[in-house]
T-cell receptor, first 117, second 112 residues
Framework: GAVVSQHPSWVICKSGTSVKIECRSL??????MFWYRQFPKQSLMLMAT?????????EQGVEKDKFLINHASLTLSTLTVTSAHPEDSSFYIC?????????????FGPGTRLLVL | DAKTTQPPSMDCAEGRAANLPCNHS???????VYWYRQIHSQGPQYIIH???NNETNEMASLIITEDRKSSTLILPHATLRDTAVYYC?????????????FGKGITLSVRP
């Protein structure tokens, strides 16, 4: 139980295009989802927290107009990187929490590797 | 900034117990101690969490000191697949501040 999936697992795009990453909780209802970013040899950095049906709360320094987060259902959240640039190349990881068995614990997806050329 | 302190690295022999320490001297009364690990190029994996009592599951044991200022994660019989970065994180159970802030973690290397 408590499985989180992400799609795609990796994506390459041209500079200036937008990329959407999906995060799904497969066997529980995720009332809260989180998006992290990880650069090589660094730790995970929290980008934003989203509660189902509400606007996401972004961490300081994260541009909300560049990283659009939608959490429209209890099993799906999406992160859209708008007008991507090479410096946005990173490992994007989502996590989810919610439900009776997972209310205290965040479970992470496998991550999406983004390369912007 | 992360509220925990961990040594940067340690190693242990395969089959032996791995004891990973963590200091969290400023932990608040409503904060849990969580342990996650990240194997190279994968998302973090949940291991265990606790508030003040010692906890055990199929993966590991968590020993929390009585004053809650430090804890130890124990992998009872380490295997090569346990080589990873292990993160000790303190966080409230609920509320706006209930989110995981990752530090640098400790790199565990299990040698054959």
């Amino acid at each position: 139980g408590a499985v989180v999936s992400q799609h795609p697992s990796w994506v390459i795009c041209k500079s200036g295009t937008s990329v959407k990453i999906e995060c799904r909780s497969l066997d529980f209802q995720a009332t809260t989802m989180f998006w992290y970013r990880q650069f090589p040899k660094q730790s995970l950095m929290l980008m934003a927290t989203s509660n189902e049906g509400s606007k996401a709360t972004y961490e300081q320094g994260v541009e909300k107009d560049k990283f659009l987060i939608n959490h429209a259902s209890l099993t799906l959240s999406t992160l859209t990187v708008t007008s991507a640039h090479p410096e946005d190349s990173s490992f994007y990881i989502c996590s989810a929490r919610g439900g009776l068995l997972t209310r205290e614990t965040q479970y992470f997806g496998p991550g999406t590797r983004l390369l912007v050329l | 900034d992360a509220k925990t302190t961990q040594p940067p690295s340690m190693d242990c022999a395969e089959g032996r117990a791995a004891n990973l320490p963590c200091n969290h001297s400023t932990i608040s009364g409503n904060e849990y101690v969580y342990w996650y690990r990240q194997i190279h190029s994968q998302g973090p994996q949940y291991i265990i969490h606790g508030l003040k009592n010692n906890e055990t599951n199929e993966m590991a044991s968590l020993i929390i000191t009585e004053d809650r200022k430090s804890s130890t994660l124990i992998l009872p019989h380490a295997t090569l697949r346990d080589t990873a970065v292990y993160y000790c994180i303190v966080s409230p159970y609920t509320g706006a501040n209930s989110k995981l802030t990752f530090g640098k973690g400790i790199t565990l290397s299990v040698r054959p």
